[in-house]
């Protein structure tokens, strides 16, 4: 079976400060990553995605791969209250797209 | 307009009851998702399609079925509804750029089952 598991939250931070968003998958091939960011009531929509090790960064989001440790985060510099939503890590393999249930994140002015 | 339309937007009908959600699209997408989503499970797939001639199963296929009427239209039917099919379902779009899958989603269709 395979899993992408996500800490449930929520998650509070301050606003301005840096919110760490964290995924794990079970499946060592998976081949693409993805985040989407889901308000309430809304549906998911793209933020980031990431396909090699490393980091990727677009503008204040930044996606990080480590492939051996089967770990994607997403860093949120600068947090605004207009980032408040549930933030949803995506794994594909093989057109096999798997999604974590999602970290809800509050952040407080 | 909605690039990816989902009618209805909420519908509650009762158990026993045969119901069709549909989805339409306008992005000019072959492939078209049909998700659902429930509190602390987060999206599963329950079909897909990469063009008209073709369907997949997803990871919870059983109990639901797909038709795909055109390119642009792709529908979800639920037999003889029943209560744990209460959910947000999503149909999804994706225009398919190689390694990955970059989803557009509609806007959802609330369903309850009574």
């Known amino acids: 079976q395979k899993e992408v598991e996500q800490n449930s939250g929520p998650l509070s931070v301050p606003e301005g400060a840096i919110a760490s968003l964290n995924c794990t998958y079970s499946d060592r091939v998976s081949q693409s990553f993805f985040w989407y960011r889901q308000y309430s009531g809304k549906s998911p929509e793209l933020i980031m995605s990431i396909y090699s090790n490393g980091d990727k960064e677009d503008g204040r989001f930044t996606a990080q791969l480590n492939k051996a440790s089967q770990y994607v985060s997403l860093l949120i510099r600068d947090s605004q209250p207009s980032d408040s939503a549930t933030y949803l890590c995506?794994?594909?393999?093989?057109?096999?797209?798997?999604f974590g249930a999602g970290t809800r994140l509050t952040v407080k002015p | 307009d909605a690039d990816v339309t989902q009618t209805p937007r909420n519908r509650i009908t009762k158990t026993g009851k045969r119901i069709m959600l549909e989805c339409s699209q306008t992005?000019?997408?072959?492939?078209m998702y049909w998700y659902r989503q429930d509190p602390g499970l987060g999206l599963r797939l329950i079909y897909y399609s990469f063009d008209v001639k073709d369907i997949n199963k997803g990871e919870i296929s059983d109990g639901y079925s797909v038709s795909r009427q055109a390119q642009a239209k792709f529908s979800l039917s639920l037999e003889s509804a029943i209560p744990n099919q209460t959910a947000l379902y999503f149909c999804a779009t994706s225009d398919h750029t190689g390694v990955g899958e970059k989803l557009f989603f509609g806007s959802g269709t609330q369903l309850s089952v009574l």
């Open positions: 992005k000019g997408h072959d492939r």
């Open positions: 995506a794994v594909n393999d093989n057109n096999d797209m798997r």
